[in-house]
């Protein structure tokens, strides 16, 4: 069994940075890639930000130069380091993570607010 423990969402003025992070354990075989994605109210789900094992990364357009993704492979986890965070960042915030199979994160609030 895969657990992905996601931390670090929460409120933040708009201007604001947050980081969030992303554990994976269990039965994990090897982890090729891992990201975010997130899901605003109404809308549908939607790409954040992607990592491959070496480090290679892709970012949706909307988020490019605000935000960094980032991963240690020892310790199966992901970081999303978010500045500049603007109010249409809003969502529920989801780890991924792909081996053969797809495992999703139970997801984390971030609200950016005045």
């Known amino acids: 069994q895969v657990q992905l423990v996601e931390s670090g969402g929460g409120l933040v003025q708009p201007g604001g940075s947050l980081r969030l992070s992303c554990a994976a354990s269990?039965?994990?075989?090897?982890?090729?890639?891992m990201g975010w994605y997130r899901q605003a109210p109404g809308k549908q789900r939607e790409l954040v930000a992607l990592?491959?094992?070496?480090?290679?990364?892709n970012y949706a357009d909307s988020v490019k130069g605000r935000f960094t993704i980032s991963r240690d492979n020892a310790k199966n986890t992901v970081y999303l380091q978010m500045n500049s965070l603007k109010p249409e960042d809003t969502a529920v915030y989801y780890c991924?993570?792909?081996?053969?199979?797809?495992?999703w994160g139970q997801g984390t609030q971030v609200t950016v607010s005045s």
């Open positions: 269990g039965s994990l075989f090897r982890i090729n890639i």
């Open positions: 991924n993570v792909r081996t053969t199979i797809v495992y």
């Open positions: 990592i491959s094992r070496d480090s290679g990364t």
